[in-house]
Every structure is written in C-alpha cells, then in structure tokens.
C-alpha cells in the first residue's frame, strides 16, 4: 500500500509564490510518475502538473503553463514539488498529489492509483 503525504500549502497574496511537497512511501520496488490535481469548491477535479519516473517529461495543465514547475528530488525520487509562481485567485483549491501507475505521466486521474488527502491553496486578491 502506498501512503502520500502532501504540505506547503497556505495563504499567499496574488502574485505571491508558494511550493507544495509531496512524499510517497510504501512501494519501493517499482517506478511510477506522480502528479498534482486540484480541486476548487463547486468544481470538477483538474489536472495540474505530472512528472515521469526519470524526471525528464513533464506536463502541465493550460492554465498553470509558464507559472508552475513540477520536479522531483534529486536523491530521493519518491519525492515531488510544485513551485507555484505568479498566483492568481483562480488557483484558490484544494492541491492533491497522486503516484501513477506507470513511470510516464498522464493528464488523466485515471492513471493514478495512490491519491494524498490534499492540502489547501488560497489566493486572495
């Protein structure tokens, strides 16, 4: 079984920055991606951001590109970041990251398997 624990979340003002962290525990023999969701009040869940197991392909949703940075540790590859830049009150949500079922990453929620309980996001303008 796999646990994920996310943090960093908070109150920053618009056009502030924060950075979300995301650890992965439990399954240890088996590369996977990992990715970040968000979900606002009234909403559907939307994707954010996802990395491979190798670090090297990434993806973002439309309306983060150029704003968000997803990576992954350097040592410790059960271990993701958002850095989010340039905030905006639409960003206001709950963040989850999640572990993928394979090493590449996808947009789809389907493809992850292993969700955190999320941690709050708000921007106030």
């Known amino acids: 079984q796999v646990h994920v624990v996310e943090s960093g979340g908070g109150l920053v003002q618009a056009g502030g920055s924060l950075r979300l962290s995301c650890a992965a525990s439990?399954?240890?023999?088996?590369?996977?991606?990992m990715g970040w969701f968000r979900q606002a009040p009234g909403k559907e869940r939307e994707f954010v951001a996802a990395i491979s197991w190798s670090g090297i392909t990434t993806l973002y949703g439309d309306s983060v590109k150029g704003r968000f940075t997803i990576s992954r540790g350097d040592n410790a590859k059960n271990t993701v970041y958002l850095q989010m830049n340039s905030l905006k009150p639409e960003d206001t949500a709950v963040y989850s990251c999640?572990?993928?079922?394979?090493?590449?990453?996808?947009?789809?929620?389907?493809?992850?398997?292993?969700w955190g309980q999320g941690t709050q996001v708000t921007v106030s303008s």
């Open positions: 439990g399954r240890t023999f088996t590369t996977y991606a």
């Open positions: 999640a572990v993928g079922s394979s090493p590449s990453p996808y947009t789809s929620s389907r493809f992850y398997g292993s």
